[in-house]
């Protein structure tokens, strides 16, 4: 309860930020849309010469193209700017307010700073799933929809856990800007299944750094591709990656000097 009301209190203060700055707020979701029309576009383009994409018709991708999308608000409503301020904060010493607080300095350098009118993104990318759904004409049961928002949810706990241990590292060598530079580079490759990629790019992008886990993997459970076992499997690996993560991060914690030292 109380990190919830921690969680309103800070939902708040950004809100607040993002008033000040209307126009560039309104500028920001301008440029949103303008991009989702470019990427629709560019998957009609690709579809007036082929019929499937590694499998995949233009329903699905599209779905998949919404999946991304929710993935891709919480790296950059989240992930991005709270980024910039954890490493500012190792440098300058700052860290020490954080650490000083009643509160699990975890979930303090996560929800800090929340770049609020990406908001609007989550609405767009649940649209996109859902007419997506409608294009391919799969039928979709309850148990499948429940079971993509199971693994989308675990999906993004592997990644926010991956995040979590490559700015941890920030302890350890102080001067680390380009910790998830990898991850941002490689996000891209959500945009399209899994199955279009050579398999040593699905190796990367399934197991080293998990993008495909939190877009490919719940799509394929609302098309019903997935077993049980599969199912348990990606719920056991985002609950080993959390505990991993908070490991890491408790460990970096012991490595911090302090403004003061």
């Known amino acids: 309860m109380y990190a919830l009301k921690l969680l309103s209190a800070f939902f708040k203060v950004n809100v607040q930020m993002a008033l000040a700055y209307r126009a560039d707020t309104i500028v920001n979701i301008l440029l949103n849309l303008m991009w989702l029309g470019w990427e629709l576009l560019s998957l009609s383009i690709i579809f007036s010469n082929t019929e499937t994409l590694g499998g995949w018709g233009i329903g699905e991708l599209i779905a998949l193209l919404g999946v991304f999308r929710l993935v891709n608000t919480l790296m950059i409503a989240l992930i991005w700017p709270n980024t910039e301020k954890f490493n500012q904060s190792i ?68 990644i926010y856990s991956l995040w979590i241990i490559l700015i941890a590292l920030t302890f350890w060598f102080t001067k680390f800007d380009n910790n998830v530079t990898i991850l941002q580079a490689l996000m891209d490759a959500g945009r399209y299944p899994v199955t279009v990629y050579p398999v040593w790019l ?18 394929q459970a609302l098309r019903g591709e997935l077993v049980s076992g599969q199912v348990l499997m990606y719920i056991a690996i985002s609950i080993v990656s959390f505990l991993v993560a908070s490991i890491v991060w408790k460990a970096g914690l012991k490595r911090y000097s302090g403004a003061s030292s």
């Open 91 to 158: 440098r300058d010493g700052s860290m020490d307010y954080t650490i000083l607080q009643p509160v699990n300095s975890m979930f303090l350098v996560t929800f800090s700073r929340i770049t609020v009118w990406r908001i609007w993104d989550l609405v767009l990318a649940v649209i996109l799933i859902v007419i997506g759904i409608n294009m391919s004409g799969d039928v979709t049961s309850p148990l499948q929809i429940l079971t993509f928002v199971l693994l989308a949810i675990t999906g993004t706990i592997v």
């Open 202 to 219: 699905r190796v990367i992008v399934t197991f080293i750094i998990p993008i495909a886990v939190a877009t490919t993997i719940p799509l």
